[in-house]
T-cell receptor, first 112, second 113 residues
Framework: NAGVTQTPKFQVLKTGQSMTLQCAQD?????MSWYRQDPGMGLRLIHY???????DQGEVPNGYNVSRSTTEDFPLRLLSAAPSQTSVYFC???????????FGSGTRLTVV | GDSVTQMEGPVTLSEEAFLTINCTYT??????LFWYVQYPGEGLQLLLK?????DKGSNKGFEATYRKETTSFHLEKGSVQVSDSAVYFC????????????FGKGTKLSVKP
């Protein structure tokens, strides 16, 4: 039982480059979310999805895109990386509203 | 909007000391309440939860009671160990259309032998 799998674990990008952070879960969870974690800021919600084909913006969506073509996958795209996007990114999933979330192990991204 | 406030860290304790980390949430609605723990270099793990007033969540010696009258969910442990050193996050889930967690800023706990 893999849970929530994120790839890559580490990534260095140059300013202006684009990339996709992958997230996959094998628990048939409908709810999936992307968070970023910055020192002293806790976790902030970037985008979320309540099911395949349905996505919406969270607290800090600028500079990021998401799509949800399947229940299992929820990739996060950085359109044009900026140093302000240097952070640790976590993907999480849940089986229902009001329930706890299962987190992936994170992607540490550095933009230079 | 909905929010959560947890005690600022870092917190440094000696082994076997008593731990309390305070957490209060806004009273909008009737959230489920969670504590997550993040060990160094790892992702977040669910530590415990409570879904209704007066419920007590417990796990690994940690406890927290859902106090609706004070909108609080304080985390406690009677005797901490070095292995409890981690960052602890309080996170209500208000449900609603998106059902997302709202995180506190985290409290870093260091336990010294």
């Amino acid at each position: 039982n893999a849970g929530v799998t994120q790839t890559p674990k580490f990534q260095v990008l140059k300013t202006g480059q684009s990339m996709t952070l992958q997230c996959a879960q094998d628990m048939n969870h409908e709810y999936m979310s992307w968070y970023r974690q910055d020192p002293g800021m806790g976790l902030r919600l970037i985008h979320y999805s309540v099911g395949a084909g349905i996505t919406d913006q969270g607290e800090v969506p600028n500079g990021y895109n998401v799509s949800r073509s399947t229940t299992e996958d929820f990739p996060l795209r950085l359109l044009s990386a900026a140093p302000s996007q240097t952070s640790v990114y976590f993907c999480a999933s849940s089986y229902s509203k009001g329930a706890g979330y299962t987190f992936g192990s994170g992607t540490r991204l550095t933009v230079v | 909007g909905d929010s959560v406030t947890q005690m600022e860290g870092p917190v440094t304790l000696s082994e076997e000391a008593f731990l309390t980390i305070n957490c209060t949430y806004t009273a909008t609605g009737y959230p489920s309440l969670f504590w997550y723990v993040q060990y160094p270099g790892e992702g977040l793990q669910l530590l415990l939860k409570a879904t209704k007033a007066d419920d007590k969540g417990s796990n690994k010696g940690f406890e927290a009671t859902y106090r609706k009258e004070t909108t609080s969910f304080h985390l406690e442990k009677g005797s901490v160990q070095v292995s409890d050193s981690a960052v602890y996050f309080c996170a209500p889930n208000y449900g609603g259309s998106q059902g997302n967690l709202i995180f506190g800023k985290g409290t870093k706990l260091s336990v010294k032998p």
